[in-house]
């Protein structure tokens, strides 16, 4: 399990996941796995992946938000194994070769060409899952819980917003997302800012201060105790020993 969304595409070979069910993917398949998804992969057969990590937190405010549907559906109890075209096999995996050389590479505009190397990836993804037979999805509390979160993150939302959002009590929310996930509502709120936190150290110049406000701390030294207890360092520490990398 993992606080970010992800996706893998399968160029060889075939293989068992197991993310609440049990699915086969092969070579053309993209399996979605929402942020608090727990998986394993139970059988492996040469199998070849690209796979794509991004914080939807990050992405959720804006225009992108319609394409993070297809890892909703996902987390509803849909299936999470999109079958690509065969067509557009090579096209898609050329797009996630690029944005791993751009996030690995240091070049002008590289924050924007990634963001659009993802749109253009999520998109294809998003097209086929669209066409897909609809499934009568009853979200459960934790997908519904997960996917306010995921929205509103960056907003000051506390325990009660959730419950709230969800209509349970906040015990019964804290209760179902601690045994699915491991985590809290607020450690799920911690790590979708702090997630949007380090996009910005890295991507941006923007003050520490400037950055806790867009991620809903009004007090800069509330987010630098968060981020120093879960990297160990302070946020402009951190940034310098990325940007030395």
């Known amino acids: 399990m993992h606080e970010h969304a992800a996706l893998a595409l399968v160029t060889e070979g075939h293989?068992?996941?197991?993310?609440?069910?049990?699915?086969?993917?092969?070579?053309?398949d993209v399996l979605l796995v929402p942020a608090g998804e727990r998986h394993r992969f139970i059988r492996n057969s040469?199998?070849?992946a690209f796979g794509v990590g991004f914080c939807?937190?990050?992405?959720?405010?804006?225009?992108?938000?319609?394409?993070l549907d297809p890892f909703e559906r996902a987390r509803s109890g849909a299936s999470p194994v999109v079958h690509l075209p065969?067509?557009?096999?090579?096209?898609v995996a050329r797009l996630i070769?690029?944005?791993g050389a751009e996030?690995?590479?240091?070049?002008?505009?590289?924050?924007?060409?990634?963001?659009?190397?993802?749109?253009?990836?999520?998109?294809?993804?998003?097209?086929?899952?669209?066409?897909?037979?609809?499934?009568n999805l009853q979200p459960g509390v934790v997908a519904e819980a997960l996917h306010f979160i995921e929205r509103m993150c960056l907003e000051p939302i506390s325990l009660s917003d959730v419950a709230r959002a969800v209509g349970k009590s906040p015990s019964y929310v804290t209760t179902a997302l601690k045994q699915a996930t491991g985590k809290s509502v607020?450690?799920?709120?911690?790590?979708g800012r702090l997630s949007e936190a380090r996009n910005r150290l890295l991507h941006t110049d923007e003050i520490v201060e400037v950055i806790a406000e867009r991620v809903g701390y009004a007090d800069a030294?509330?987010?630098i105790r968060l981020f120093r207890r879960t990297h160990g360092v302070t946020p402009a520490a951190w940034r310098h020993q990325q940007r030395r990398r």
Do not use: N
Request: net charge negative; charged share 25%; aromatic share 4%.
């Open 86 to 91: 065969t067509e557009r096999h090579e096209h």
């Open 221 to 223: 030294t509330h987010l």
């Open 97 to 99: 070769a690029e944005l």
């Open 56 to 67: 939807a937190p990050c992405y959720a405010p804006s225009e992108l938000a319609s394409l």
């Open 186 to 191: 607020v450690e799920w709120i911690i790590a």
């Open 46 to 48: 040469r199998t070849t």
């Open 103 to 135: 996030t690995h590479a240091d070049r002008t505009h590289r924050r924007l060409v990634q963001k659009s190397l993802l749109a253009l990836v999520l998109a294809e993804v998003t097209r086929t899952a669209s066409v897909a037979p609809a499934a």
């Open 15 to 28: 293989a068992v996941v197991e993310l609440r069910d049990r699915f086969e993917v092969q070579a053309g």
